[in-house]
């Protein structure tokens, strides 16, 4: 069974440039989440998916941070325009509602210079 | 709210030695549960070994187990026979019923000395 899947597994962009994540979660996956990874810290969640509903998305910066989770399935993470801060890992998880394991993608390292 | 601290930023240890991870969180919902989670150099978070609140009972899932001091609100990781193979970041996390998000620790990094 293929895991998550996030592509690209690195970039690198100027600031004030747009960029965009995408994510492909486990088969039949419902809940859907995007969090976010500085440097020797531990992940924080932006947003939570339920289907294709945002159920969760408190802690995302809503000025320059986007996403969407069309059909369900596949989600994207668009920041624009992106800032030096904004360097750091992006990881997809997913999970089948109700059960408490999440399971990670290997998650997209972003670089603003 | 919930918060999950780590007190140790590095760890290191002898292949084939035991080491115990500390973490303590803190909670005011009855209903949740605790997870350690490796994370390599390539990223991935691999669960390793989760603890629901309400059994007493302490998970334990090969080499790794919990001791888990529920009044306390201690989940502490212990890696017996560790592995050149365990050396990875490792993350301690919470998650309740109602919010149905991971809230993480700031991470121990373990070495495992040859």
């Known amino acids: 069974e293929a895991g998550v899947v996030q592509s690209p597994r690195y970039k690198i962009i100027e600031k004030k440039q747009p960029v965009a994540f995408w994510c492909n979660p486990i088969?039949?996956?419902?809940?859907l989440y995007w969090y976010l990874q500085n440097l020797g810290q531990g992940p924080e969640l932006l947003i939570r998916?339920?289907?294709?509903?945002?159920?969760?998305d408190s802690q995302l910066p809503k000025d320059r941070f986007s996403a969407e989770r069309l059909k369900g399935v596949d989600s994207t993470l668009k920041i624009q325009p992106a800032e030096l801060g904004d360097s750091a890992v992006y990881l997809c998880?997913?999970?089948?509602?109700?059960?408490?394991?999440?399971?990670f993608g290997p998650g997209t390292r972003l670089t603003v210079l | 709210a919930q918060t999950v601290t780590q007190s140790q930023p590095e760890m290191s240890v002898q292949e084939a030695e035991t080491v115990t991870l500390s973490c303590t969180y803190d909670t005011s919902e009855s209903d949740y549960y605790l997870f350690w989670y490796k994370q390599p150099p390539s990223r991935q978070m691999i669960l390793v070994i989760r603890?629901?609140?309400?059994?007493?009972q302490n998970a334990t899932e090969n080499r790794f187990s919990v001791n888990f001091q529920k009044a306390a609100k201690s989940f502490s990781l212990k890696i017996s026979d560790s592995q050149l193979g365990d050396a990875a970041m490792y993350f301690c996390a919470s998650k309740t019923q109602g919010a149905q998000k991971l809230v993480f620790g700031q991470g121990t990094r373990l070495t495992i000395n040859p």
């Open positions: 603890q629901e609140a309400y059994k007493q």
């Open positions: 088969s039949g996956h419902n809940t």
């Open positions: 998916y339920e289907n294709e509903e945002a159920v969760d």
């Open positions: 998880a997913s999970s089948l509602r109700g059960y408490n394991e999440q399971f």
